[in-house]
């Protein structure tokens, strides 16, 4: 079983906000990615890392921000939640490039 | 046309019959495929790996077709639990990263 981790698994917080959603992994994986999922409709990449202090935009265009000080931890941010923020957030790991995700179990963001 | 192309169905099919996805991709030096299971509001979970010509897991077989450019899932012998979302994956090799396909909805009723 996969040992990704990500926190807090419901939020529902106000306009304007600043957050931070977290994600740690435990099997040493250099390579980490931020997805986010509306209900019913595909995954779209907003950010990846390839490894400490390495950090990437994905294919969706988001403001929200990541860092990776550490190897186990990609943890995003959002520096004033707007209620177009609201959707799914997961985070996803794997050794290489080419190997399987695993998958956090994912971060449901209601902005209001 | 998209890297990775999936029919959203979704697919109604009754307990207890064979149904196949099949998922197709542009890339024709990609490398790695992969199928997972979506459950409604879950994360992606790896279903199978597909590295060679396919590979089979008790109900499930996995299948690639390098010369057309497809990788398709048959699952035999339907369950109810079987009902999800089913992602394609491929590897692509030029961009160095994964694209998912949009997935292939799978409905069993009893």
């Known amino acids: 079983e996969a040992d990704i981790y990500q926190t807090p698994r419901y939020l529902v917080i106000g306009t304007g906000k600043k957050i931070t959603l977290e994600c740690s992994q435990t099997m040493g994986h250099d390579k980490m990615y931020w997805y986010q999922q509306d209900p019913g409709m595909e995954l779209h990449l907003i950010h990846y890392?390839?490894?400490?202090?390495?950090?990437e935009k994905g294919d969706l265009s988001s403001e929200s921000t990541v860092s990776r000080i550490r190897t186990e931890h990609f943890p995003l941010t959002l520096e004033s939640a707007r209620p177009s923020h609201t959707s799914q957030y997961l985070c996803?790991?794997?050794?290489?490039?080419?190997?399987?995700?695993?998958f956090g179990n994912g971060t449901r963001l209601t902005v209001t | 046309r998209k890297e990775v192309e999936q029919d959203p169905g979704p697919f109604n099919v009754p307990e207890g019959a064979t149904v196949a996805f099949n998922c197709t991709y542009s890339n024709s030096a990609s490398q790695s495929f992969f199928w997972y299971r979506q459950d409604c509001r879950k994360e992606p979970k790896l279903l199978m790996s597909v590295y060679s010509s396919g590979n089979e897991d008790g109900r499930f077989t996995a299948q690639l077709n390098r010369a057309s450019q497809y990788i398709s899932l048959l699952i035999r012998d339907s369950k109810l639990s079987d009902s999800a979302t089913y992602l394609c994956?491929?590897?692509?090799?030029?961009?160095?990263?994964?694209?998912f396909g949009t997935g292939t909805r799978l409905l069993v009723s009893p």
């Open positions: 890392s390839y490894g400490v202090n390495s950090t």
């Open positions: 996803a790991s794997n050794r290489d490039g080419n190997s399987p995700l695993h």
């Open positions: 994956v491929v590897w692509n090799t030029g961009f160095q990263k994964l694209v």
